[in-house]
Each structure stands twice: as C-alpha cells, then as structure tokens.
C-alpha cells in the first residue's frame, strides 16, 4: 500500500466519524454528506489498490455508507413533505430571508446545500465595522459597492449598476477577512464563506461541482454575497507552476460563474476576493474583479485603536498617550502582528503567577496585576513585523498599476 493510498484511507475514517457524530448530533443533511463523501473517498482508493482482501473490506465499507446515507436521506425528506408542497414559491419570493434557511426547500435544493456544508460557513458572522480600526476609505468602498446594492437595490438599476466582482488586495493580517465578514454583517444578506485552499485541497477533484453548487444555492438565496478568502490558491496564472487539470476546470469554472454575474437579475449576488498575492492572479480572474481595493498596513492612528481594541476590557495603566505611543513605535506591523503582540502582553500576568507557583493554591484569592507600558515595549522588540519592505513595494506597483 502505498502512502497516498493509507492517507486516503485515513481521510475517509475521518469523514465517516464526523458523519457519526453529526447522526448522534441529529444533524441528518450534513451527516449524509459526510457518509457520502466517505464513501466517495474509498471508491476512489478502490481505483488504485489492487489488493482483493483490501479491496474487499474497503468495498464493504463504501457500500455501508451509502445505505447509512440512503437510510438518512428517506428519514429526512419524510420530515421535509410533511412540510408541505409550497416549496419552490417560498424560494424566490421577496420576503425569504435567509434565516428562512432549510424550510420549504425542494428536495434538489437541499441537496445543494448539503453539498456545500462543512467547505463553505454560511452563518452570520457578526463583525462590526467599528470593530475595525483605521481603513476608512476601504470600508467606504465596501458599503458602495456591496451594502449599498444590497439593501437598495433598487438605487442600482439600469447603468448604475453594482460591480458583480470586487478583490480586496494587501499585506497578510490587515483586515481583508475582516472587512468582507464586516460588510457581510451590515448588508444581511447570505453570506457564503468558502477558503479557495480548501476548496480544492479537502474537494478531491469535486471542487468544480461544489462551485456550481455553491453559485446555485446562492443564486436562490439572492442577495447574496460570496467571499472567497485566498483567491490566489484557484485562480493563477495560467500554465504557470504546477497546475493541474482538476485545478485548470476549477479555474475556469469559476470564472465562466463569475462572468455570469454580470447578466443582470433582480435579486444581487456579488462576488467579493481577498488575496495577499494580487501578482500571481490569472489575467481573466482579475478582469472579473471590476473593483480593486487596497488593504493597506495600519497608519499610526489605526495601530494605536488596534492595541486598544486587543486589550479592551483587561485592567491596564495605558492612558490615551500611552496608546499614541505603542502606535509610533510599531510602524510597519500588521493587524495580525500588533493582535499578537497584545496577547503576549494580556498573558504575561498570568505567566508570572504561574511561574511564582500562584495558580496551584486554590485557596488563595489571585491578584492579577494591570498591563504596563513597558510590558508592551518588550513585547513589541520580541514580535517582528511580518511584511517586509520590498513586500509594500510590490504592493504598492501593483496597485499603481492595477488598483482602482
Ligand atoms: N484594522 C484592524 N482592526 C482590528 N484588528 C485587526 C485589523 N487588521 C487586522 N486585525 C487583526 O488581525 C487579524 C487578522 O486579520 P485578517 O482580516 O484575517 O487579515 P487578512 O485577511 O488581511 O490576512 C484579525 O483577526 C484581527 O485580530
Ligand atoms: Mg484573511
């Protein structure tokens, strides 16, 4: 047996114990996809190994899952036409929010869904844009070019209409996450988060079906808003590196969906990228992308409310000038590296108790000393900023020649 084979084999185990655990848990859509996806996963070993005993256990395996899953699916949909027969009105009506989610979905529909649980979150993910400190011009473009058309669509007819792709671009760790989760928040519309790596690692060559999927489902969700993180990962240059043919139809699969966007529909369905590593995208995807917004490295201002907003709410003797000061001293560190900077801090009174032998005796009351200034000093000479010089640069060209 080969290596890739055993791992192959060990994925599936993987797979099938989740879907165990999410039967036990009554989650019955997202443990027929996992059976599903195990079974799937050993079918493909049984195209390589040629060993019978093996051979055999691995088929029984399959088969098992399969009927688990069959078995599932009949508990499931006799739930779901209990519900009624109103199913495919529901969707496209005006008034279907997503928290409408598995109610009054046809059978077809759901199994969509199904498919694209687990790779792809599609919850609420609740960032503020307060939250966010400093990229004002950023988050401006955003409620133009993404909350705007989703909660007035109607302003967005005609020639004004929305940008179907937007690319947010910039150094690691300055908020690109947070921005498209912050966006997401404000304009309420279903949010589908999908990281582009795990699109096609955890996929095994189903990436391309999963991405039809995932623009159906969103398209009955409509508005919806698509953020696919690591956008480099699917879409780069073509013929360059090592690409393969799965990851060549995956390509172009995503790029004929995203040309689709532009043809007009009443309900919005946007596209929103983030890369760190706008260079190495295809030509084709970035035509897509009609807007391109810079996420640059926090400015003075920003890097002091980033320090405040990873501390909040841990007894501190920083008053506002302290808090001035840690952002002059941390010019060239992204949100990322200020964020780590502050939890080595948060942890260093902890630390010292530990280290005194504080924590064991329980019977103690525990006095937590504030964070200092100098804490943060010492902290900050221990973390190095991760973006180096010649990194902005390259940043900076590339939005001179392709930015907005
Ligand atoms: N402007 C910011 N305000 C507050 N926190 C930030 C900011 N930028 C980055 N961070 C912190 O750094 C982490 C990484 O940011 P993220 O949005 O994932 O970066 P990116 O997607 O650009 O790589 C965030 O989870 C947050 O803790
Ligand atoms: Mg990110």
Redesign the pocket.
């Known amino acids: 047996m080969s290596s890739s084979d055993s791992k192959l084999l060990l994925y599936a185990k993987q797979e099938a114990n989740q879907a165990i655990t999410f039967e036990n848990a009554g989650k019955f859509h997202q443990a027929i996809n996992k059976y599903e996806r195990a079974a799937e996963i050993l079918i493909q070993f049984l195209r390589f190994n040629k060993n019978p005993i093996m051979r055999q256990n691995v088929q029984k395996s399959a088969e098992d899952y399969i009927s688990r899953a069959k078995i599932l699916r009949l508990k499931v949909s006799g739930k779901s036409s209990r519900r009624g027969t109103s199913s495919t009105s529901t969707f496209g009506s005006a008034d279907d929010k997503s928290e409408a989610k598995e109610e009054g979905v046809s059978d077809e529909e759901q199994e969509l869904l199904d498919m694209i649980s687990g790779t792809i979150v599609t919850e609420s993910p609740n960032v503020r844009w307060i ?5 004002e011009n950023c988050k401006q473009s955003l409620r133009e070019a993404i909350v705007l058309p989703m909660i007035k669509p109607e302003l967005f007819t005609g020639a004004r209409k929305p940008w179907a792709g937007i690319l ?1 671009f ?12 912050a966006a997401a928040t404000e304009c309420n519309a279903t949010f589908f988060s999908a990281s582009s790596a795990d699109l096609l690692s955890k996929w095994l060559g189903e990436s391309e079906k999963l991405i039809g999927a995932l623009f159906k489902v969103a398209r009955l969700k409509a508005p919806s808003l698509i953020f696919m ?1 690591e956008i480099d990962s699917i879409a780069t240059k073509r013929g360059e590196g090592t690409e393969s043919g799965g990851e060549r139809r995956v390509k172009t699969q995503l790029l004929s969906e995203i040309q689709g966007l532009k043809t007009s529909h009443d309900k919005p369905l946007l596209v929103l990228g ?1 890369t ?1 590593r706008p260079w190495d995208l295809d030509n084709a995807m970035l035509s897509r992308f009609e807007k391109k917004v810079y ?1 640059p490295l ?1 400015d003075l201002p ?1 890097r002091a ?2 320090f405040r ?2 501390t909040a709410g841990i007894e501190s003797d920083l008053d506002d000038e302290d808090f001035i000061e840690l952002g002059a001293r941390s010019e060239g560190y ?3 590296d ?2 780590n900077v502050c939890r080595e801090v948060i942890m260093l009174p902890i630390r010292e108790l530990d280290m005194g032998g504080l924590l064991e005796k329980s019977d103690q009351e525990i006095k937590v000393r504030n964070i200092n200034l100098n804490d943060f000093k010492n902290s900050i000479k221990k973390v190095k900023p991760m973006t180096t010089d010649s990194a902005l640069k390259q940043y900076n060209d590339w939005k001179e020649e392709f930015g907005e």
């Open positions: 939250e966010i400190a400093g990229l947010l910039g150094p690691p760790g300055c908020g690109k996450t947070l921005l498209a989760k993180d983030a760190n996420v926090p920003a409310a980033i907003i990873h992204s949100g990322r200020i964020a």
